[in-house]
């Protein structure tokens, strides 16, 4: 299946062979990936876009499994992206993350991928984005974006999803690490796991404390929880709240604001492209190998040759 | 000292007060920080960029200082960028970085600073070239670069550095971690920190074999080193390890390719200003939020909205 129509056709139809042949063009950000999320960015935007981030450790993995099977267990239609910023080079997540997920590969209502940077920073944003509007568009009404930590690239990435869960456990000093991380402010839903563990209690007072504190929440106060993920302790509790936060997005209007901000984005995509089409033509002309040394030198005033680059022709020199 | 043509002469000048200022209106990203690096550009090109990267705990701010203390002693003009890229919203590493380099502040030639992010995942790694530039033209011959770990932003930021230097510690399972951050590709010079420690020669040939195993390196196979940073142990020897891969890059000519590379960044840095200008103008638009609305309902081909940016005026309506 290597016909891009095909594989447009295929995603629109739900079938997974198309969606993975999709997902793979848009993770490794070829000419196809891009137009098809150009192509099938129309037909998204009606699933609810969850992101689970925390440290390792926390049992995030754990969480978002449990949380997929209940939301199947409801009718629903689940993609999961297991996202891992801090594998620059190698992608080692995938293998480890298929054997976890195995017993859904059987259920056609579950789609589930690792996504791993390929060396470019902006890229593993930009496949993530790609990857939701595939999953969007092929009928899953809930996807879920696992992420580890809470750095740059994490908080880039949740800023794709409509819920950011952040999720802690006790006794690994997280209280201190969230605040450290800047994780309180991304977090519209905070989940102490691990929750039959000593010291869970005093977790969610410190979280409380740090929400109190920290930050304003004039709309919405993210709820604490806890939960068992590994026994399903909680897990019914955590979709519900997630729900009623769809349902606060969508009356205070920040659901329909996100979907232009969405739209904007994909604007902002076309022209990034075109502008390293541009760069990568210029780097072609005759002229292109003196200008830099110009530039390096000192003799040549670098917005000269954008201004050459913009316009696709090389300026006449005087 | 607002004047931005004062600044920019101060730089020149290698005046403290004024690269001080400088380099606050680069990490804040402002107009002025832009047009400092872009004119400062031509002026720089001399210094050796060092980057120095690990995990925490090895050692590596201490590293830094002895190297930097050993630089000024053999009459070299040193900058120091402490950035942390794990620090999205509060820069916390400020306030620690300038009192443990308390020592050199009165020292004329060197030069510290710590960047944090503001938030922007590219704005980092953006702000560290211009906080480069500065120090570079301001006349510091050496610039190290101290970050953390090795993410995503870390790689991004390194690849600014000429040479690379990895950090390891004798048992923190770093051998591991190594392979696992894709720590092997990106270091030109590594180094066993705290060496007195049981494991040091461990460490050391781990990192050997992974680096046979692992990768080709035609013309330079990176040194492994031992360094008892504390104590001062090793550092002459990092020094001339380090001097003898500017002198690698210069013999094959990288070091010539380098700024040619920068100097394409410089003019791909100006288009990206525009393209964001444009962008900005556009969402004044009356058509703009109608514009969008479409484009997510799947009525409108976004290229046609990019178009309209891009040529800085609104499409007619057929």
Same mark, same amino acid.
């Given at each position: 299946?290597?016909?891009?129509?095909?594989?447009?056709?295929?995603?629109?139809?739900?079938?997974?062979?198309?969606?993975?042949? =999709? %997902?793979?063009?848009?993770?490794?950000?070829?000419?196809?990936?891009?137009? /098809?999320?150009?192509?099938?960015?129309?037909?998204? &935007?009606?699933?609810?876009?969850?992101?689970?981030? $925390?440290?390792?450790?926390?049992?995030?993995?754990?969480?978002?499994?449990? /949380?997929?099977?209940?939301?199947?267990?409801?009718?629903?239609?689940?993609?999961?992206?297991?996202?891992?910023?801090? @594998?620059?080079?190698?992608?080692?997540?995938? %293998?480890?993350?298929?054997?976890?997920?195995?017993?859904?590969?059987?259920?056609?209502?579950?789609?589930?991928?690792?996504?791993? @940077?390929? $060396?470019?920073?902006?890229?593993?944003?930009?496949?993530?984005?790609?990857?939701?509007?595939? +999953?969007?568009?092929?009928?899953?009404?809930?996807?879920?974006?696992?992420?580890?930590?809470?750095?740059?690239?994490?908080?880039?990435?949740?800023?794709?999803?409509?819920?950011?869960?952040?999720?802690?456990?006790? $006794?690994? =000093?997280?209280?201190?690490?969230?605040?450290?991380? &800047?994780?309180?402010?991304?977090?519209?839903?905070?989940?102490? #796991?691990?929750?039959?563990?000593?010291?869970?209690?005093?977790?969610?007072? @410190?979280?409380?404390?740090? %929400?109190?504190?920290?930050?304003? !929440?004039?709309?919405?106060?993210?709820?604490? %929880?806890?939960?068992?993920?590994?026994?399903?302790?909680?897990?019914?509790?955590l979709r519900e709240t997630i729900d009623g936060h769809r349902q606060h997005l969508e009356t205070s209007g920040i659901w329909h604001q996100f979907r232009r901000t969405q739209?904007? !984005?994909?604007? &902002?995509?076309? +022209?990034?492209?075109?502008?390293?089409? !541009?760069? #990568?033509?210029?780097?072609?002309?005759?002229?292109?190998? &003196?200008?830099?040394?110009?530039?390096?030198? =000192?003799?040549?005033?670098?917005?000269?040759?954008?201004?050459?680059?913009? !316009?696709?022709?090389?300026?006449?020199?005087?």
């Amino acid at each position: 299946m290597k016909d891009w129509l095909t594989v447009q056709t295929g995603i629109r139809n739900g079938d997974k062979r198309a969606v993975a042949r =999709g %997902l793979t063009w848009v993770e490794q950000g070829t000419d196809n990936g891009k137009r /098809l999320v150009k192509s099938l960015f129309g037909s998204a &935007g009606r699933a609810h876009v969850i992101g689970v981030t $925390g440290a390792p450790g926390v049992g995030k993995s754990t969480l978002v499994n449990a /949380l997929a099977l209940h939301l199947r267990q409801k009718g629903r239609y689940v993609g999961i992206l297991a996202v891992d910023p801090s @594998s620059p080079f190698s992608g080692g997540a995938i %293998l480890g993350d298929r054997i976890r997920m195995q017993d859904s590969v059987m259920d056609p209502g579950v789609f589930m991928r690792s996504l791993a @940077s390929r $060396g470019h920073l902006g890229g593993l944003s930009r496949a993530t984005f790609g990857a939701v509007t595939v +999953l969007d568009a092929a009928g899953f009404d809930t996807i879920l974006i696992e992420t580890v930590g809470a750095g740059q690239s994490e908080v880039e990435i949740m800023q794709l999803a409509h819920t950011t869960v952040v999720v802690l456990a006790p $006794g690994l =000093g997280d209280d201190i690490q969230a605040i450290k991380a &800047g994780i309180l402010e991304i977090g519209q839903v905070f989940v102490v #796991n691990k929750a039959d563990r000593d010291g869970a209690d005093h977790t969610v007072r @410190s979280i409380r404390g740090m %929400l109190t504190l920290a930050t304003e !929440h004039p709309d919405w106060m993210p709820p604490i %929880l806890k939960t068992v993920a590994e026994r399903g302790e909680g897990v019914a509790a955590l979709r519900e709240t997630i729900d009623g936060h769809r349902q606060h997005l969508e009356t205070s209007g920040i659901w329909h604001q996100f979907r232009r901000t969405q739209s904007e !984005h994909v604007v &902002g995509q076309v +022209l990034e492209d075109w502008l390293l089409r !541009h760069l #990568n033509e210029a780097r072609g002309w005759p002229q292109w190998p &003196g200008w830099l040394a110009a530039i390096a030198e =000192g003799r040549l005033d670098p917005e000269r040759v954008a201004e050459s680059v913009w !316009h696709g022709a090389p300026y006449e020199e005087d």
